[in-house]
């Protein structure tokens, strides 16, 4: 394994307990220069994660509750006048930071959902034709409730496409459960937490998983997957290009972060249910279950396709 990113995960892991492949994932994600999206219970741990991170790469953190009433301006700024030079000046929100947390984001309304999204596809924000780039590294880990919750607002497709992975933290064990009870009085294990790299330094490795080898085998590997699941009669929609080349970039980053410049098989099949899920949709279900069916359907289609040599 990569030294640098063993020192990362292992620090984070200092925080989170008991979630090493968890914490792997939101690795990758970050390492890709993607974003990645939540989907789990409260109080499990999805803010702690996101701290843990931004904290371990001594880069900046910021947290956004999505609510109701939240406004697009709220999440991206707006322009403020000022009274001392009699000009407006753009006043930068919440999105502008290294980690950004944006807590419960199906609470929010669509039109202030898509203000954040755009942000992540861009990598900028508009205001008054001005355009204001995101320092990198930049990553959105948004946090979902179940759709059974009360009060949310489902991400439509095109925009859950716009995240690399979507992953669940799950509860923790029994013996990691007493830990916490145990620890629960103790300074906050994420404040103790001392960098072990910098955003520079994460931002050069962002570079070199570029660099990382898929081979051609492996590429058409990637698609027979992706086409698979376009030609499913049980499927309403199949994985987008756009899904394709994230499982591509996600590839290379689970390969570098294993501490190699060429990716294997074993990386694409690792990565397929969290990557492919989110963006396919089953004919015939309730919101509640489709993440469960898709996932499963991604599992049979591994299963059946042949594994390049």
């Known amino acids: 394994m990569n030294n640098q990113i063993s020192l ?3 620090n984070i892991g200092k925080a989170l307990l008991g979630k090493a492949d968890k914490i792997r994932l939101a690795v990758v ?5 993607e974003h990645l999206l939540i989907e789990d219970v409260p109080g499990v741990g999805k803010t702690l994660l996101g701290r843990a991170l931004a904290r371990s790469i001594d880069g900046e953190f910021k947290r956004i509750q999505f609510t109701p009433d939240l406004l697009p301006s709220d999440i991206t700024g707006a322009e403020v006048y000022n009274t001392a030079t009699g000009e407006f000046a753009f006043q930068p929100g919440p999105i502008f930071a290294n980690i950004v947390l944006a807590d419960e984001i199906n609470r ?3 039109r202030t959902q898509s203000a954040a999204l755009e942000a992540m596809e861009e990598n900028q924000v508009t205001s008054n034709r001005k355009t204001y780039p995101l320092e990198r590294p ?3 880990i948004a946090t979902q409730n179940p759709q059974e919750f009360e009060g949310a607002y489902p991400l439509p497709e095109s925009q859950l496409d716009r995240f690399l992975m979507r992953i669940s933290l799950g509860y923790p064990n029994r013996e990691m459960e007493l830990d916490i009870l145990k620890t629960h009085q103790i300074a906050n294990r994420v ?8 955003a520079s330094d994460v931002v050069a490795m962002q570079n070199e ?4 080898t898929v081979d051609d085998s492996l590429q058409n590997y990637i698609l027979d997957i992706v086409s698979a699941t376009r030609e499913l009669e049980t499927l309403r929609l199949g994985v987008s290009p756009r899904g394709a080349l994230a499982l591509y970039r996600a590839a290379q980053s689970w390969a570098y972060c294993d501490g190699r410049n060429y990716c294997i098989p074993d990386d694409v099949r690792s990565l397929a249910v969290p990557v492919l899920a989110h963006r396919i949709i089953p004919k015939g279900h309730l919101q509640e279950n489709r993440r469960q069916i898709a996932e499963r359907i991604i599992e049979s289609i591994l299963e059946q396709i042949a594994v390049p040599g």
């Not at 998983?209 to 990382?212: K, R």
């Open 108 to 110: 929010t309304t669509p």
């Open 138 to 140: 930049f990553m959105v």
């Open 191 to 198: 404040e103790s937490l001392t960098p072990v790299l910098t």
């Open 209 to 212: 998983v570029c660099n990382v």
């Open 29 to 33: 994600t970050l390492l890709a220069d």
């Open 8 to 10: 990362l995960e292992s």
